[in-house]
């Protein structure tokens, strides 16, 4: 089974920072695809930033390009989403996921079968 343990989130004004973390087995950790998607109510799910911890690819959004930046840690089997420069826009539930197959851009990212209990987002001005 397929477990995701995130933390962080919160809520910041415009131009500020967020930190998401993402623990999982080292199995998954080490084979799987592994990223985030959002929600915001009454839209689709957005895949928002990605990876493959054993190296290429990695996958954001043209949304938070230059803004986000995802990040691995070896040692604790854990994925990191670095949020700058948030914007209103940005708000919503991010979920981390996981999936054995790695999608061809970050918009596949919404479409992975495992994730967390999601953790909210939320940006005002």
């Known amino acids: 089974q397929v477990q995701l343990v995130e933390s962080g989130g919160g809520s910041v004004q415009t131009g500020g920072s967020l930190r998401l973390s993402c623990s999982a087995s080292?199995?998954?950790?080490?084979?799987?695809?592994m990223g985030w998607f959002r929600q915001a109510p009454g839209q689709e799910r957005e895949g928002v930033a990605g990876l493959y911890t054993g190296g290429q690819p990695i996958y954001y959004a043209d949304s938070v390009k230059g803004r986000f930046t995802i990040s691995q840690d070896n040692a604790q089997n854990t994925v990191y989403l670095h949020m700058n420069e948030l914007k209103s826009e940005d708000t919503g539930t991010y979920y981390c996921?996981?999936?054995?197959?790695?999608?061809?851009?970050?918009?596949?990212?919404?479409?992975?079968?495992?994730y967390g209990q999601g953790t909210q987002v939320t940006v005002s001005s």
């Open positions: 996921a996981a999936d054995p197959e790695c999608p061809k851009s970050a918009a596949g990212i919404a479409g992975f079968h495992y």
């Open positions: 080292r199995y998954v950790y080490k084979t799987y695809c």
